[in-house]
């Protein structure tokens, strides 16, 4: 069981920044893929980025690639997303959810309750 805690949302304009931190509760949290998801009002949720347990790989969205970084600390039980050049269109609650590898939903049986990122223009 793992369990889930996003922070570092907030609001920022347009080519900004912001720093998104899950911190996970339990002692084998490097066995855990996690990914970062992200649902707009109205839209379904969707996938931004993953990263394996030992954070040898990452993956991204197309639309994040070059703006967004994955990165995670295991001793501090924390994945970050670091996310730069921040556009309106990035307005969304987002979420970290930790399992086997994937871009799906379904593949994550564990999930944050989120943090809201909004960038006004």
């Known amino acids: 069981q793992v369990q889930l805690v996003e922070s570092g949302g907030g609001l920022v304009q347009a080519g900004g920044s912001l720093r998104l931190s899950c911190v996970a509760s339990?002692?084998?949290?490097?066995?855990?893929?996690v990914g970062w998801f992200r649902q707009a009002p109205g839209k379904d949720r969707e996938f931004v980025a993953a990263?394996?347990?030992?954070?040898?790989?990452?993956y991204y969205v197309d639309s994040v690639k070059g703006r967004f970084t994955i990165s995670r600390d295991n001793a501090k039980n924390t994945v970050y997303l670091q996310m730069n050049s921040l556009k309106p269109e990035d307005t969304a609650v987002y979420y970290c959810?930790?399992?086997?590898?994937?871009?799906?939903?379904?593949?994550?049986?564990?999930w944050g309750r989120g943090t809201q990122v909004t960038v006004s223009s």
């Open positions: 339990g002692r084998t949290f490097s066995s855990y893929d």
């Open positions: 959810a930790a399992g086997p590898w994937g871009i799906s939903r379904t593949s994550y049986p564990y």
């Open positions: 990263i394996t347990g030992s954070g040898s790989r990452t």
